[in-house]
């Protein structure tokens, strides 16, 4: 959906004067209907110093004039949104719409070959911190069956609820001088 804070250029970039008619940002018309937004946009990108670079990237970055949900389909056929969940609900509760879609965004990335050949790699830290053991084990079952490889960084207790689900597991253990990794075998 548009962008609240950015709405008005929204509203010029799909002005109906400027996608049908092929019009630009200095065409006469275009430009007297939009002249605020016009000039507010160059003022932002004028700004010198450290913050001129930020706000290019900003500016020149289309997903600033969006706002961006997941939508939480229920089994009864309502549905609801992240935003608000995310206010309402435990950590855990939050945290699995976020692995499932990042876990989607990176398959699609991956199987579209952007940027090449891809190893389809992804890292998560602090994994499921906040999670319990069954939206865990739910979890890792569907990122089990994407086309993965799947490094994840979690806190030591997570690891009985983790480990099972993993081809490999490794302990990286620290004093305070030196760090030590040994491969972990689960004694069940």
Same mark, same amino acid.
């Given at each position: 959906?548009?962008?609240?804070?950015?709405?008005?250029?929204?509203?010029?970039?799909?002005?109906?004067?400027? =996608?049908? @008619?092929?019009?630009? %940002?200095?065409?006469?018309?275009?430009?007297?209907?939009?002249?605020? =937004? +016009?000039?507010?946009?160059?003022? @932002?990108? /004028? =700004?010198?110093?450290?913050?001129?670079?930020?706000?290019?990237?900003?500016?020149?970055?289309?997903?600033?004039?969006?706002?961006?949900?997941?939508?939480?389909?229920?089994?009864?056929?309502?549905?609801?949104?992240?935003?608000?969940?995310?206010?309402?609900? /435990?950590?855990?509760?939050?945290?699995?719409?976020?692995?499932?879609?990042?876990?989607? /965004?990176?398959?699609?990335?991956?199987?579209?070959?952007?940027?090449?050949?891809?190893?389809? %790699?992804?890292?998560?830290?602090?994994?499921?911190?906040?999670?319990?053991?069954?939206?865990?084990?739910?979890? %890792?079952?569907? %990122?089990?069956?994407?086309?993965?490889?799947? +490094? $994840?960084?979690?806190?030591?207790?997570? $690891? @009985?609820? +983790?480990?099972?689900?993993?081809?490999? =597991?490794?302990?990286?253990?620290?004093? @305070?001088?030196?760090?030590?990794?040994?491969?972990?075998?689960?004694?069940?």
């Amino acid at each position: 959906m548009p962008s609240k804070k950015y709405r008005n250029y929204y509203e010029m970039i799909m002005d109906d004067f400027n =996608v049908t @008619q092929g019009e630009s %940002l200095f065409s006469g018309i275009f430009h007297e209907a939009h002249k605020d =937004v +016009i000039e507010e946009l160059f003022e @932002q990108l /004028s =700004v010198s110093g450290d913050n001129s670079a930020q706000a290019l990237d900003e500016f020149t970055d289309y997903r600033t004039y969006m706002d961006y949900d997941i939508k939480i389909i229920h089994n009864d056929g309502t549905y609801s949104y992240y935003s608000k969940v995310c206010e309402e609900k /435990s950590g855990g509760e939050t945290q699995t719409p976020f692995y499932v879609t990042v876990a989607a /965004s990176f398959v699609q990335l991956y199987s579209n070959n952007i940027g090449g050949e891809a190893a389809g %790699l992804v890292l998560f830290d602090e994994a499921f911190n906040n999670m319990d053991d069954e939206r865990i084990g739910g979890v %890792l079952e569907f %990122l089990r069956r994407l086309p993965l490889q799947l +490094i $994840i960084a979690a806190p030591p207790d997570k $690891i @009985q609820y +983790i480990g099972p689900a993993m081809d490999e =597991v490794m302990l990286v253990m620290t004093d @305070q001088k030196q760090s030590y990794v040994e491969e972990y075998h689960n004694a069940v």
